[in-house]
């Protein structure tokens, strides 16, 4: 069975970091996209980082590009989510993902994936 474990989050102040880790088993990352997702109250889950460990390709939302970095480490089966100057507006609960993928495509954020960790929290305060 796919299962995926996140961990990591918590409260920090507006300008601060995290690291995320969702420990995975049950898939390889070489056919596999991973993917970090988080939700605001309110508000639809939206994609924040997405990759593949195959060729190396990455996919970041506009808003956190510079500020976030998703890496696989394959030899631990973790996927992290590095975030920093952290922003009020970056509080939700973040979710690790996975999904097959086909490596001739383009890794994206912007589909379906199929499985999911229960999420764990992150609360920047101002």
């Known amino acids: 069975d796919v299962q995926l474990v996140e961990s990591g989050g918590g409260l920090v102040e507006t300008g601060g970091s995290l690291t995320l880790s969702c420990d995975v088993s049950g898939f390889t990352f070489d056919d596999h996209a991973v993917g970090w997702f988080r939700q605001a109250p309110g508000k639809d889950r939206e994609g924040v980082s997405c990759a593949t460990i195959s060729d190396g390709e990455t996919d970041y939302k506009d808003s956190v590009k510079g500020r976030f970095t998703i890496s696989i480490d394959s030899a631990r089966n973790t996927v992290f989510l590095q975030m920093n100057n952290l922003k009020p507006e970056d509080t939700a609960v973040y979710y690790c993902?996975?999904?097959?993928?086909?490596?001739?495509?383009?890794?994206?954020?912007?589909?379906?994936?199929?499985?999911w960790g229960q999420g764990t929290q992150v609360t920047v305060s101002s």
């Open positions: 993902a996975a999904t097959p993928w086909d490596t001739i495509m383009v890794v994206t954020c912007e589909y379906e994936y199929d499985f």
